[in-house]
């Protein structure tokens, strides 16, 4: 497994990506700007807020640790970049030695295949005629990109669908883990890679099983007694696969908090990781293999500057970062040099810390860094990404298939 | 105040819209796109999935309605775009009869004011001396530009940077009624109201009492008990500023829940309405003056299209449309033409329907349309709002401030 990441490669990226950033989601009108910037080379603090920063320095070592970590399992790391939607970090965790992408949807998989990503597995389903005549197009152009399927009427229009195009078409089966995708373990599920395999315009090539409820649970025991039990009617699935002759390529699953409990599951190829890069604070409080108050595994990369532009009230502070920011979702944002802030972004335009202790006081115009809630939603609401080295930005991002949500 | 919305001004606004729409947010790459779409014409039920819709007869009638509210209170409207950034809504908004429109950002401000509409009010404060200095070349080209002051300081920043543009900038002061932003009521307001009206490059015009807190109150009365509790120490403050010879021409405030308890607060001009031409479930329940248990002043006009994706479970529908889709807000969201659906956008990429009842069986690629929980946040999610017309896509409005959150 290749593992040459380095700041070469990188500066190369940020420079493809500074240049992209001028095609999306930025241009405000049809008049020439009134302030046009280059924000290359400022301090952070310089940046107007809000604005979604991500320290490289920090990025880049979680960016190693997954494999190092993974090191000897002989599992793979397929990183979902519905995380990110940058095809610039696909491509830096295509270097570090991801063995593909997976996106969640078919026009963010778009974006990633037709900006330099060639290996990409979609983990959600088409199902409209319209999106699976699409995909089919772009498996055209793309060779490594792989589909999924959750039921049998499905992999029927996706067999007419490769057909029309004139193409073999790669699939993998969808299991059923929390009632939410997929289809239900055991014989549905054989039946269904059955029906796959037998369709001459599809090539089965494995299975999908993914427990996002697991992720998120505090301790690392109970997430490890958990991935057991949902393991056990999946991996009777994939050995029935195997027993019935089925070419079972690909078995792909677990998510940031379960990637290294995955060793011991027999056919198991690899990791969805998408969080590890960046980390939130719902995955701070899950615990560690190590630390059962703090998951710190990854560090966090990413966080939200944020003005003070408020504070007649004591023990309060508002600030210009509200829910169109940080999304709203628990436990509160952390506010860096400050534990004992609780960041609440319940207003659409401001942001409200509340404590009991300041470390110092603060005055309008004072920036706050903030770690976010929840990485995968915020990240969703920009449309840039500043590279930050040093305190420094070093480049910016462009959150490519930000919105993609088709 | 004119009122002549009509159809064909209406056209004329889409006309723009559909051309503004190639510019920001959807080029998702620097190749040519592998599905170029004319989507104008189609049912709305062709469109892809994810999709935010908007009932143009219904809007229609909601930016009527509110202007035949308040007839003859003397009161006007000064909607707040913060809710739909798109400037084409903005101008049916002044064409309906506004008398100008209020922002909450100096960019989304830069986008109204470069996009045709020239009476912008920035309701919030900008404290970094760059974005002060952007907003005074803004005033500069725009001289209906508006913006909001709440501490001295601030006054003197924004002293200093408009004799730096050479400009004499229009200034409201900013009350604090909800422990957001503002300044205290009583004698610090009045204190900073004179400061702005003595510095010799600010124009006093008014004062800001919004009480966000009041909006989603649960009955008409109780909302109305607060807001009389919250206008008494604003309308003492304002009865100060005319006894010391102040020229309050603007008292701006009130949204869509109080819009309508306006008229007996002395020297009150305009209500900055937002969700009203929407609506959304957050509003629906709180109760209108005539009916305790639906808010009927308005009707809901925007949607988000979902698809169900599967149906494996009893009494379960799962979707394409998430948190990325319709931000995460409660009450949950409204599944039209099924009361006894609970509709949660708990996860990032998928919905989840749970009924006890539906009104007919639902397979997969079937559509839902959904009332969204809070209209504001899911729109800042999307690039455009179809505008619907009996059934078909009339017009693609493009959301041009979205994500313009600094």
Do not use: W
């Amino acid at each position: 497994m290749k593992n040459h990441f380095n700041r070469r490669k990188f500066l190369q990226y940020s420079g493809m990506a500074g240049t992209a950033a001028l095609l999306p989601g930025n241009a405000i009108s049809k008049s020439e700007p009134l302030f046009p910037e280059n924000e290359i080379g400022l301090s952070k603090f310089e940046l107007e807020t809000p604005s979604l920063c991500l320290d490289l320095d920090i990025m880049e070592s979680n960016l190693k640790k997954v494999h190092e970590n993974l090191q000897g399992t002989g599992i793979g790391v397929r990183p979902h970049t519905k995380t990110h939607k940058c095809p610039a970090i696909a491509k830096m965790q295509m270097d570090a030695g991801a063995i593909g992408i997976c996106t969640a949807k078919l026009s963010e998989s778009q974006v990633m295949l037709e900006n330099g990503i060639s290996e990409v597995l979609m983990t959600g389903v088409n199902i409209s005629s319209s999106k699976i005549r699409k995909a089919m197009q772009l498996r055209k152009r793309h060779s490594g990109f792989i589909q999924a399927v959750d039921n049998k009427q499905n992999a029927r229009d996706l067999q007419d669908a490769a057909k029309e195009a004139g193409i073999i078409a790669d699939v993998v089966v969808d299991l059923d883990v929390i009632r939410r995708s997929g289809v239900p373990t055991g014989l549905p599920a054989l039946e269904l890679a059955q029906l796959v395999d037998q369709l001459s315009n599809l090539r089965f090539k494995g299975i999908l099983a993914y427990d996002g409820g697991a992720q998120h649970i505090k301790g690392y025991q109970k997430r490890l007694e958990r991935t057991v039990q949902t393991f056990e009617p999946v991996s009777a699935t994939y050995e029935s696969m195997i027993q019935s002759g089925l070419n079972v390529e690909i078995f792909s699953g677990a998510g940031t908090g379960t990637y290294n409990m995955m060793g011991d599951v027999p056919g198991f190829t690899d990791v969805q990781v998408g969080s590890y890069l960046f980390m939130d604070t719902q995955y701070m409080v899950i615990g560690s293999k190590g630390n059962e108050n703090l998951y710190d595994d990854f560090d966090p990369s990413l966080t939200v500057l944020a003005t003070v532009i408020n504070n007649n009230h004591p023990n309060r502070l508002i600030t210009d970062s509200g829910a169109k920011s940080l999304s709203i979702n628990k436990p509160s944002g952390m506010v860096i040099g400050e534990p004992g802030f609780s960041y609440n972004a319940g207003s659409d335009e401001y942001g409200t810390v509340t404590f009991e202790k300041a470390n110092r006081a603060y005055k309008t115009g004072d920036l706050l860094e903030i770690i976010v809630p929840h990485c995968d939603p915020v990240v969703n609401l920009y449309d840039r990404i500043y590279g930050i080295r040093k305190g420094k930005v070093e480049s910016i991002l462009p959150i490519m298939a930000r919105g993609h949500s088709r």
